[in-house]
């Protein structure tokens, strides 16, 4: 299993930044892709960003692209989630957890998920 820490949730106002992080331990962190997720309240968790175990593919949902970047540092076993130009409808429970490629789409690996970090957007 890979636990997992999320931190750097808060209130910012709406076109304001936030970067979030997510440190692992456990299982080997570099052999795995990562995502993070967000659950809003009455809705589905969703994906956000992913990024490949190098670094160098990276996935982001449309409602997040050119205004999310998702980025790791493998020595430091943590995912970064950089987020500019925030909105109202950003604001959720942030998670990460490690994924895979499915037909579908990135899908978490393990069911294994932190608590969340959260993540509140003002108008």
């Known amino acids: 299993q890979v636990q997992l820490v999320e931190s750097g949730g808060g209130l910012a106002q709406a076109g304001g930044s936030l970067r979030l992080s997510c440190a692992a331990s456990?299982?080997?962190?570099?052999?795995?892709?990562m995502g993070w997720f967000r659950q809003a309240p009455g809705k589905e968790r969703e994906l956000v960003a992913a990024?490949?175990?190098?670094?160098?593919?990276?996935y982001y949902a449309d409602s997040v692209k050119g205004r999310f970047t998702i980025s790791r540092d493998n020595a430091k076993n943590t995912v970064y989630l950089q987020m500019n130009s925030l909105k109202p409808e950003d604001t959720a429970l942030y998670y990460c957890?490690?994924?895979?490629?499915?037909?579908?789409?990135?899908?978490?690996?393990?069911?294994?998920w932190g608590q969340g970090t959260q993540v509140t957007v003002s108008s």
């Open positions: 990024i490949s175990w190098s670094g160098g593919s990276t």
């Open positions: 456990g299982r080997t962190f570099s052999n795995y892709a």
């Open positions: 957890t490690a994924v895979k490629p499915s037909p579908t789409g990135w899908v978490p690996q393990f069911n294994s």
